[in-house]
């Protein structure tokens, strides 16, 4: 089953949607890991066996190199991080996950304003 991690940039209410979904998650809060550093976070993820991280923090993906890690990362793009949001496009996130695919992957938002 797969481990998903949400970054604390995510409504924390979206875990319990993710649960009904059938997907094993955690909050950075759930761990304690609030404020870690993302190369820190990424190593904190393989001891803790995660498979997935999901954030809308699109820098991330250039801040690390993700081929070095048996981990992936779902980077969400939107025009904010509300809940609300994040749900109307939440379709699309549960697809891509269920693809269990390495390295990053990106999730655009239906209503991303120009």
């Known amino acids: 089953m797969m481990k998903l991690l949400l970054d604390e940039n995510l409504p924390v209410k979206l875990k319990y949607r993710f649960v009904e979904?059938?997907?094993?998650?955690?909050?950075t809060?759930?761990?304690q890991w609030l404020g870690t550093k993302n190369g820190e976070l990424v190593r904190l993820m393989i001891a803790e066996q995660f498979d997935t991280f999901l954030t809308i923090d699109n820098n991330l993906s250039f801040q690390q190199n993700f081929k070095n890690y048996p981990v992936r990362v779902v980077v969400l793009i939107?025009?904010?991080?509300?809940?609300?949001?994040?749900?109307?496009?939440?379709?699309?996130?549960?697809?891509?996950?269920?693809?269990?695919?390495?390295?990053?992957?990106?999730?655009?938002?239906?209503s991303i304003k120009k």
């Open 78 to 110: 939107a025009h904010d991080n509300t809940y609300e949001t994040i749900m109307s496009f939440f379709d699309a996130i549960i697809s891509e996950l269920r693809q269990q695919k390495i390295g990053v992957q990106i999730v655009i938002g239906s």
């Open 21 to 27: 979904a059938g997907i094993n998650v955690f909050t």
């Open 29 to 31: 809060r759930d761990m």
